[in-house]
């Protein structure tokens, strides 16, 4: 007769850890659970996206850059100042801004799903939401 099999209360047993233990968790928690997981980092990711889209489009479309004959190969293609070149670089580094924010909130968020997974607890997309707002 071996040893007693390890307690495994969540999706990581209590006994010490290889790397492909804490990888087989990580991919059977995200197959047990995709919409707290999946789910989640596509809303976060998502929204991020489409606010760091409309922090791009302004500038974009203040300095005629949009136009349609900025497109056009004959035409000059219009002016581009000083001002629309510092208007990209600050629209650009608030995308930049916005993605990192997500980051965090994503980290966050993951951070509580895996966490109440360890203990074999489930947890929703609401439930995480609920937990991390305050922060």
């Known amino acids: 007769m071996g040893p007693p099999p390890a307690l495994k209360p969540g999706i990581i047993p209590l006994r010490p850890l290889g790397l492909s233990d ?3 968790a990580a991919v059977a928690y995200i197959r047990a659970n995709p919409k707290a997981t999946l789910g989640l980092t596509t809303i976060v990711v998502v929204v991020a996206q489409i606010v760091s889209l409309l922090f791009e489009i302004g500038p974009l479309a ?3 850059m949009l136009s349609p004959s900025s497109f056009d190969p004959s035409s ?3 002016e581009f100042t ?3 070149a510092v208007g ?3 629209s650009s580094a608030a995308g930049a801004l916005t993605t ?3 980051g965090i909130v994503l980290s966050g968020l993951l951070t509580v799903v895996v966490g ?3 203990f074999g607890a489930p947890i929703g997309v609401g439930e995480a939401w ?3 707002r305050g922060r």
């Open 22 to 24: 804490i990888l087989n």
């Open 62 to 64: 203040s300095s005629g």
């Open 76 to 78: 000059d293609g219009g």
């Open 82 to 84: 000083g001002s629309s």
């Open 88 to 90: 990209l670089v600050l």
């Open 100 to 102: 990192v924010l997500a």
């Open 116 to 118: 109440r997974a360890v």
């Open 130 to 132: 609920r937990r991390v």
